[in-house]
Every structure is written in C-alpha cells, then in structure tokens.
C-alpha cells in the first residue's frame, strides 16, 4: 500500500471512530474539552507511532490509546480533586453545569416527536447508569456494546485477560437491565 493509500485509510479510520470516541471520553470525564483533548491525544499518538502498523490493528491499537489516556487523566483528576476540595471549601466556589453535546446533536430529519423524547429520555438513562458503573465495568460495556470490539481486542485495550472482560461485560449488562427496566429498546 503507498504511502497516499495508507494515509488515505487512517484519515477514513480516524473520521470513522472520533464521534464514538468523544462518547466513551465524555461519559467518562463528563467534561466536553477534556474528552475532545483525550480523543485527539489518542489520535494523534496513533498517527505518530502506528500508522505503519495494518489496517486490523488500528481499531484495538487506538483504543487502548485513549483507554490508557483516560486511566491516566482520571489519575491526573484524583490528585488534583485532593488539592481543590480544600480551595474550593477555602474560596466558596462551585463548578456549574457542563453544556452535554449529546444534547445539541441534531436529531433524524422526519423522526417522531414522541418516539424522539422517549429516545432522548432512553439515552440520557443510559448515559446516567453508564456513569455510575464502576470503571472497568464502564469500560468493559462501551468497548463491547458500542465500539464491538472482541473479547480479545477489549482484553488487550484493557490490560486485562479475556475472562476478566466477561465479568465486567456481564456484570454491568446485567445492572443496566436491572436499572433500566421501564425504558423501551
């Protein structure tokens, strides 16, 4: 493959996966610029050091990418949430409310109302219930659900055996069921 063909093929991979991406990060950030900046640094880090890798490599290669710049910004938020707990408490300051960019998506020309504010009512559920997974539950269920990587890709994203991913898949299949028991699929 030449360099332009190959080129051509990351651009298309990388257009590809940057919506889903953004997802996984802000569900895990909760912050827009964070999960953009998460997103791009993965990107970025793939071009740099993987281009020359197969096409077939490219999927789990990016993924463990950004799951291990989201374990690392996670780390990063930790220690400084220690240090601003006592600021804030010091300066009397609140964080407000983020904009969600998967509220301001544009919905499917000619879909119906009802169905979408039930559609609308689903996804914010879901993305609640997603938050309150634990981690690698989290991680476990969006690489599985939404990016359908195998177990095996999602064992070598995660850092972690194939069983490993299984229980985590299964667990948190089986609290979402649980907890969103009254929403239509």
Aim: proline share 3%.
């Amino acid at each position: 493959m030449s360099s332009t063909d190959r080129s051509q093929a990351l651009d298309l991979f990388l257009s590809g996966v940057e919506r889903r991406a953004f997802c996984i990060a802000h569900i895990t950030t909760r912050d827009r610029d964070e999960a953009l900046d998460l997103v791009q640094d993965a990107m970025l880090k793939l071009v740099q050091n993987y281009r020359s890798r197969g096409e077939a490599e490219w999927k789990p290669l990016f993924y463990r990418i950004l799951q291990r710049r989201i374990q690392d910004w996670r780390r990063r938020t930790w220690v400084r949430n220690r240090w601003r707990v006592w600021y804030d408490k010091a300066t009397g300051e609140d964080e407000g409310e983020r904009e969600d960019p998967i509220e301001r998506a544009a919905d499917p020309a000619g879909a119906n109302p009802a169905d979408q504010v039930s559609n609308k009512r689903g996804v914010k559920a879901l993305q609640g219930e997603l938050q309150k997974l634990p981690f690698r539950q989290r991680q476990a269920f969006l690489l599985r659900a939404w990016e359908d990587l195998s177990v095996d890709e999602t064992a070598r994203t995660m850092g972690c055996s194939t069983g490993s991913v299984k229980t985590h898949y299964s667990r948190a299949v089986h609290v979402l069921r649980e907890r969103l028991k009254g929403y239509k699929p």
